[in-house]
């Protein structure tokens, strides 16, 4: 492929499962742009054959050069989790004005990474934050499709169900808060990979799409599937909403940047439902059956073993 595409926050989730799709899909012109150092450095040694800048895109900097003459920009950079309001007006909102300060095509195509937890006001700091990135993106003028994903699961999750699988295989009990029946729609990472594929394939613009996993399924019966699909033996436990709580409070007073926050729990509890799509029938996709996307998330032979830094 003679595209040039470059990637913001290539060395999260998203960027690490699209990038060696986009390879074996023939790209070879990829350009990859994290702040990460640990994450950026593992990117670049699973693939050298691609141009990986580590940047900051909040600042001025050489990876505006970089991105100059994309034909594709796929915008993935964001701060997920977190207590620090700073962080994600920086991450999410100033870096996205500076990276559309540097594109200087006019043609420059944009598929742009939201959530579909804009709209929540279970998710505040974040949600806020998205939103304000995604008008800044659709403000921009240049031709755009915006996808608003739900909650993630794939090789390389640190945040989500690879974290609680890494806890799973780690302890003998794993708490679940209250009786864990609320509803969650899992997204593989690998049917939203080829749903941007797709995008940046037919160059749909001017669209707004929530992608939302098509297997709706309650939490602790996730949890279950996770644990058959990574090997853990943990006993799965409920515990009362409260005391979890208190839990995640104590744990925030030793970590300055811990992994799961009472806020993203108030939202994890918090009943949400998004709009299902037919994106197979839209984006031309065939999607994954959930049971097999775990299996291949926590069993790959080579990125199953590789977790990404906090």
Not at 16 to 32: D, H, S, T, Y
Not at 229 to 246: D, E
Request: proline share 7%; aromatic share 10%; net charge positive.
């Amino acid at each position: 492929m003679t595209a040039k595409i470059a990637i913001t926050g290539a060395a999260g989730l998203v960027g690490q499962n699209l990038i060696p799709r986009l390879k074996a899909r023939g790209f070879r012109e990829i350009v990859a742009i994290d702040k990460h150092p640990a994450n950026t450095a593992l990117l670049r040694a699973l693939h050298p054959d691609i141009t990986v800048i580590a940047a900051d895109l909040a600042k001025v900097g050489a990876w505006q050069n970089a991105i100059a003459d994309a034909d594709v920009i796929v915008i993935c950079h964001a701060q997920i989790g977190g207590l620090d309001a700073a962080a994600f007006a920086r991450n999410n909102v100033t870096a996205t004005q500076r990276l559309l300060e540097a594109i200087r095509r006019h043609d420059v195509y944009l598929v742009h990474v939201s959530t579909a937890v804009v709209n929540s006001p279970a998710y505040e700091m974040y949600a806020e934050s998205k939103q304000a990135q995604e008008r800044l993106v659709l403000d921009s003028a240049l031709p755009t499709i915006v996808l608003r994903p739900t909650l993630m699961f794939g090789w390389f999750d640190r945040k989500h169900l690879g974290w609680l699988a890494r806890f799973m295989r780690r302890s003998p009990v794993f708490p679940i808060p209250g009786n864990g029946r609320y509803l969650r729609q899992p997204l593989y990472a690998g049917d939203f990979c080829e749903i941007v594929m797709s995008c940046v394939a037919r160059r749909p613009a001017g669209e707004i799409h929530t992608i939302s996993g098509l297997e709706p399924i309650e939490f602790i019966d996730l949890i279950r599937r996770v644990r058959e699909a990574c090997g853990a033996r943990a006993w799965i436990l409920p515990i009362p909403y409260g005391l979890f709580r208190s839990m995640l409070m104590t744990y925030a007073l030793f970590d300055r940047d811990p992994p799961f926050t009472v806020k993203q729990l108030e939202a994890f509890v918090t009943p949400d439902w998004f709009e299902v799509i037919d994106w197979p029938g839209v984006f031309g996709v065939t999607p994954t059956p959930l049971q097999q996307a775990l299996a291949d998330t926590f069993r790959h032979p080579v990125y199953s073993k590789v977790a990404l830094e906090f």
